[in-house]
């Protein structure tokens, strides 16, 4: 069974930076490619950012691109997102996903999902 675990979510005002951290099983980790999405209140879940050519390249939504960063740690079995100048627009739940196509911020790529950590920005 496949099991992400997310943290490292809180509330920051506009400007702040937060790391969010995806911890998976070693069999989860190795078989899968995996990416962050966020859902808004009211919105639908959106991808973020995802890894792929293992781990060593990175995708970014344009609305993320130049502030969050993608990076995973292969000793901790560990994904990460590092959000820096961070918005009010981007106030959302933040959800680790495991997956087999690696890179893609395509939500019908990804089967496997944690239950989510809230990130709140305030202005």
């Known amino acids: 069974q496949v099991q992400l675990v997310e943290s490292g979510g809180g509330s920051v005002q506009a400007g702040g930076s937060l790391r969010l951290s995806c911890a998976a099983s070693?069999?989860?980790?190795?078989?899968?490619?995996f990416a962050w999405f966020r859902q808004a209140q009211g919105k639908e879940r959106e991808g973020v950012a995802s890894?792929?050519?293992?781990?060593?390249?990175?995708y970014y939504a344009s609305s993320v691109k130049g502030r969050f960063t993608i990076s995973q740690d292969d000793a901790k079995n560990t994904l990460y997102l590092q959000m820096n100048s961070l918005k009010p627009e981007d106030t959302a739940m933040y959800f680790c996903a495991a997956g087999g196509r690696c890179g893609s911020l395509s939500l019908d790529d990804y089967a496997s999902w944690g239950q989510g950590t809230q990130v709140t920005v305030s202005s």
């Open positions: 890894l792929y050519n293992y781990g060593m390249s990175t």
């Open positions: 070693v069999d989860t980790y190795r078989r899968n490619c």
